[in-house]
């Protein structure tokens, strides 16, 4: 779940206008400011999101039927209906709902499943493909989670998929035979210039053609990986890959031989690979690329009469390519592009769930998570940095800091800190059962994975929320020997240092929190606001 958190930093960095990016590293977790003077604590959950960057002004999104009121200007202003639509996806990365902390949040396949009823009220006729990249980089959860993105895409209608380096490292064959060998109905896994495509148990395939209707256009659909990727998989010598524009020059022979009038590339490659792609093969009309950034542009490119798309990560985005036959022999289609933010208008209102078949995905999935002990397997017994100055150090919990720190200590008492575990536990919907999984726990409770740190619930009761020692490291050496100058320094490395400036300062104990306060799962987090606002409290408490 920490894919993307390098990039978030900078770019959280940039927007606050610190001119620096804020260290992040392992020692960030020794301490931040104190407990008492951050905001609520957040998890990352199923799905967290990069600092956003500016987008060019987009409609508002139309609701699908039974759910989310919807207001503005619809999607698809002044499109007739297509011949057919594409519906774009890719790069998941292993998201499969946004975490419910805050709200805006945007993405899940929950949310994809509701915005294609739209397209289905509308009498669209559509056809559905994925990029790949599908799974999570990595996490114990990783193959469990591909599972059932696959199995949701199948429930939704997807066509095809095309391979990713996510899927390539979590090891193809099991990731296939999870996902793909039990599942006649799954989505088929496009690779094209797979050369031993004999050790995928004959499970990825070329190309596909696909009519959303009868009498609709018939799509072909062909996955390539690019040549910079390639590369990359072809170290470890399982994977091998023939040259690019042989291989495609042959699908496209094959594809318009079986009469597909539609040609779409799903390309594992840079936007840079794609228009040189489209510059040598003009017959394919809608490439569907890597993207760059994290949030994608909500314009397509073009090359000759090939459009080119990308659609950002984490499946918070989905783009629509409409197709219209014009009769014309040297430019058969006009496209039509929209990228489609999927926010909480495409949210199936309570009591709904019945009407969306990915909630009982994700509670199914849920309950796998809790009955496989996933969050065993999170517990790595790692050092915490303080530990590896002091192996001894243990966490006690923030009832043994209340004999001296009284008023510190009331202060978390009555702050959204000291029941963020209950909100897993009691408040967490569609799915229920988030204290089981580690990627959500890990940012409401103490000591996380660390030697002596939380296990569980039952292991850990006195870790349970984010207590004193998440921000300031285990505190049994202080609680022995409260005068030894060595512990209290270690404890509290987040004070302003002799020289250095606001910004600096701010900065480092802005990383700390923004690893689970990030823009996603805390969406109004606002970290100067909330560090004075919190100071002056402390302050007036003190006064």
């Not at 774009?88 to 946004?98: F, I, K």
């Not at 575990?421 to 967490?428: S, W």
């Not at 940012?443 to 006195?462: I, L, N």
């Not at 209290?488 to 480092?508: C, F, I």
Request: with cysteine.
């Amino acid at each position: 779940m920490e894919k993307d958190d390098q990039d978030r930093i900078k770019q959280a960095s940039a927007a606050r206008g610190t001119g620096s990016t804020p260290p992040y590293a392992t020692s960030l977790k020794l301490a931040a400011l104190a407990v008492t003077l951050v905001s609520v604590a957040t998890a990352t959950g199923f799905l967290a999101a990069p600092f956003l960057r500016p987008q060019e002004a987009r409609p508002a999104a139309e609701a699908a039927p039974g759910t989310q009121a919807d207001e503005g200007t619809p999607l698809f202003r002044g499109w007739p209906k297509p011949d057919v639509a594409l519906v774009l996806t890719g790069e998941q990365h292993g998201y499969l709902q946004p975490c419910g902390c805050t709200e805006p949040q945007k993405g899940g396949l929950a949310r994809r499943y509701n915005f294609l009823q739209t397209l289905n009220k509308r009498g669209w006729p559509v056809v559905a493909a994925d990029l790949g990249d599908i799974a999570q980089e990595a996490s114990p959860q990783a193959l469990l989670k591909f599972k059932y993105s696959m199995k949701a895409l199948e429930h939704i209608g997807y066509t095809a998929v095309s391979i990713g380096k996510n899927e390539v490292d979590l090891d193809l064959l099991t990731a296939l035979a999870e996902a793909v060998l039990n599942e006649a109905k799954a989505p088929r896994p496009l690779v094209a210039n797979l050369l031993n495509k004999d050790a995928a148990a004959d499970l990825v395939k070329s190309w596909v053609i696909t009519a959303a209707t009868n009498d609709g256009p018939k799509v072909g659909i062909v996955g390539i990986t690019g040549p910079e990727l390639a590369k990359k998989l072809q170290k470890n010598g399982q994977w091998q890959f023939d040259d690019e524009n042989k291989v495609l020059a042959g699908a496209i022979q094959g594809m318009q031989a079986k009469n597909a009038d539609l040609l779409l590339l799903l390309y594992q490659g840079t936007i840079d690979e794609a228009k040189a792609i489209a510059a040598k093969n003009p017959q394919i009309n809608v490439i569907l690329c890597l993207s760059r950034e994290s949030e994608p542009s909500s314009r397509a490119d073009q090359v000759g009469q090939t459009t080119i798309v990308s659609v950002g990560h984490k499946g918070r985005y989905l783009g629509v390519v409409g197709a219209y036959r014009t009769g014309k022999a040297d430019q058969p289609f006009e496209l039509r592009y929209e990228l489609v933010e999927l926010d909480p208008r495409y949210e199936t209102p309570e009591g709904k769930d019945n009407t969306n078949p990915i909630h009982g995905l994700m509670q199914e999935y849920a309950e796998k998570v809790r009955d496989g002990n996933y969050l065993a397997k999170y517990m790595l017994n790692s050092l915490h940095p303080l530990q590896v100055t002091f192996p001894n150090a243990e966490y006690l919990g923030s009832e043994a800091c209340k004999v001296c720190h009284k008023d510190a200590y009331n202060i978390w008492k009555n702050h959204p800190h000291s029941h963020a575990y209950e909100t897993l536990k009691v408040r967490a919907k569609r799915p229920t059962l988030r204290q089981f999984d580690g990627e959500c726990v890990k940012c409401h409770v103490t000591g996380f994975a660390y030697k002596t740190g939380f296990r569980s619930e039952e292991q850990s009761p006195k870790l349970l929320n984010v207590g004193c020692e998440e921000c300031h490291g285990p505190g049994s050496l202080h609680v022995r020997d409260k005068n030894n100058v060595q512990f209290r320094e270690a404890l509290n490395p987040w004070k302003s240092k002799e020289g250095e400036t606001t910004k600096k300062h701010e900065d480092r104990m802005f990383s700390l929190c923004f690893r689970c306060h990030d823009t996603d799962n805390s969406v109004h987090f606002d970290f100067p606001e909330y560090w004075y606002k919190k100071k002056t409290e402390h302050k007036n408490k003190d006064e």
